[in-house]
């Protein structure tokens, strides 16, 4: 499976920005699908993921109530929503995939990896 994480870019505080997460070479529909962020000088942070079924959601305490997540089956893809944005939220966001049930926490139980895409929040 391979991922390819799209949808980053410059975002005003306050803005949204919807990152997306398509799965190519396998059923990507079958895998649990985490977001990760990574700050510069920080450790890599999970912030949302979602299970294989979409049954299971993680939130991670600096994105609740700001931050979805959803899948479409019917095109592999996963979709990270971010609103309400805060420089804080400046980082490369990578998306993860994990073929397990309900969805891991931690990086190394993730299989495959997306690039990562730039997030960038600043006036």
């Known amino acids: 499976v391979q991922l390819q994480a799209s949808g980053g870019g410059l975002a005003q505080p306050g803005g949204s920005l919807r990152l997306s997460c398509e799965a190519y070479g396998g059923t990507g529909s079958t895998y649990a699908v985490g977001w990760f962020r990574q700050a510069p000088g920080k450790e890599r942070e999970l912030v949302k993921a979602?299970?294989?079924?979409?049954?299971?959601?993680f939130t991670a305490n600096s994105v609740k109530g700001r931050f979805n997540i959803s899948r479409d089956g019917a095109k592999n893809t996963v979709y990270l929503q971010m609103n309400s944005l805060k420089p804080d939220d400046t980082a490369v966001y990578y998306c993860?995939?994990?073929?397990?049930?309900?969805?891991?926490?931690?990086?190394?139980?993730?299989?495959?990896w997306g690039q990562g895409t730039l997030v960038t929040v600043s006036s």
């Open positions: 979602i299970s294989w079924n979409g049954n299971s959601i």
């Open positions: 993860a995939a994990a073929g397990v049930m309900g969805y891991p926490t931690l990086p190394l139980r993730y299989d495959y």
